[in-house]
């Protein structure tokens, strides 16, 4: 059987577990999760490599195979009506991500139930969350429908419902689309993951590898390494903090070798970021009493960080204002880890 590959874009309202899963799948935190919608900003590629399966059979069951295959999955940030120039660029970043894509995950979240009659004969309760997320939902089913590709319906966060209440969900989105498969998963607890990955094999055309086989991410370690920070920041602070935050990796020294130093400790990595909020009001309250905050970001987000670079690593944070900055078109190109990729080779060029 003939190698496949493609890309597979992953899409979703806020916070229906589209980071969560792409994790899973590929079995390694790649794109930083919390519980509040809009953590992710910017299309994430993570790259999964699929062995060949055998067809099965036992009894009467029959299981079909799959050749080996390369899948390339691209994590999107929720799909949302747009309300600041930051807004209009993660949707741009959902449009791009769909653009030319081998298949299509659609993640709907089945704790945003569809509304249920408590006396039978009476009208359904219709709560406030519900007509939102629904009609998130439906914003996003009108991209879908836009789409000329297999698009996979995932029904996620079934360890939170009854098995009796999976059916009616899939009778009422079949019955809004044709869906290449309807399949109900838990992105937190892996349930049906393995199936999942059989029916996007099965979608993939024929094709050699995209990326070479080790790579898991076309993202920078520097870019991952500012996402951890934002991440510790969403999860310590409320409010609108967490949402008028950047943050933007100033220095990033390696060590010039990984090997443990002569006392037996790891080298170091010396990374400065500087954390972007709107207002001197934010600022203050991430730093925190005599900076306590900070420093609690700080910790927290250094121990990931030295998973993930199997270094230690000496983080240094500061907070600085860029007023309004989720409005100015300049400064959130700026952000974006591909132009600063660019900067810094431009940087590097011209030290040269
Ligand atoms: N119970 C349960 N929770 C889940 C599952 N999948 C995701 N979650 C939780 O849902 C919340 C949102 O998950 P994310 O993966 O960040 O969602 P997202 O769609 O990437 O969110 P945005 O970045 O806001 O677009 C987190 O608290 C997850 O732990 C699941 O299968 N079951």
Redesign the pocket.
């Known amino acids: 059987m003939a190698f496949r590959s493609g890309f597979v874009s992953?899409i979703?309202?806020?916070?229906?577990?589209?980071?969560?899963?792409?994790?899973?799948l590929l079995g390694q935190k790649l794109?930083?999760?919390?519980?509040?919608?809009?953590?992710?900003?910017t299309r994430i590629h993570g790259v999964l490599e699929v062995p060949a399966k055998k067809k099965t059979k036992v009894g009467a069951i029959e299981t079909a195979g799959h050749p080996a295959a390369q899948i390339v999955l691209v994590?999107?940030?929720?799909?949302h009506k747009p309300d600041t120039q930051l807004d209009k660029r993660m949707m741009q970043e959902v449009h791009d991500a769909l653009e030319s894509r081998n298949a299509v995950l659609f993640?709907v979240?089945v704790?945003h139930r569809l509304p249920v009659a408590e006396v039978p004969g009476e009208k359904p309760k219709i709560t406030g969350r519900m007509t939102l997320s629904a009609a998130e939902d439906d914003f996003s089913l009108q991209l879908v429908k836009k789409l000329d590709c297999p698009v996979i319906l995932l029904l996620?966060?079934?360890?939170?419902i009854s098995p009796a209440e999976i059916m009616p969900l899939i009778a009422h989105w079949s019955g809004l689309y044709k869906f290449a498969e309807i399949i109900p998963?838990?992105?937190?607890?892996k349930?049906n993951l393995d199936l999942l990955l059989d029916k996007v094999v099965a979608h993939l055309p024929e094709g050699q590898r995209y990326f070479p086989k080790e790579q898991l991410t076309d993202q920078p370690e520097r870019f991952l390494v500012a996402e951890l920070i934002r991440e510790k920041i969403l999860l310590l602070t409320g409010e609108e903090v967490p949402y008028s935050t950047a943050v933007v990796i100033e220095r990033f020294e390696e060590p010039k070798s990984l090997k443990k130093l002569a006392d037996g400790r790891l080298p170091v990595t010396k990374i400065a970021a500087a954390i972007f909020c709107e207002r001197t009001g934010q600022k203050a309250i991430l730093i925190g009493k005599q900076g306590a905050m900070l420093k609690e970001i700080g910790s927290a987000a250094r121990k990931d960080i030295e998973g993930l670079l199997g270094t230690r690593v000496f983080l240094e944070l500061f907070v600085k204002v860029q007023e309004e900055w989720r409005s100015k078109p300049g400064f959130i190109e700026d952000l974006d880890w591909r132009r600063q990729m660019e900067e810094l080779a431009k940087k590097q060029a011209g030290e040269e």
Request: hydrophobic share 30%; net charge positive; proline share 7%.
């Open positions: 992953i979703g309202r806020p916070n229906a577990g589209k980071s969560t899963l792409l994790n899973a794109a930083i999760v919390t519980h509040k919608p809009q953590t992710t900003r994590d999107t940030p929720g799909i993640i979240d704790t996620n966060k079934i360890d939170q998963v838990s992105a937190r607890k349930i």
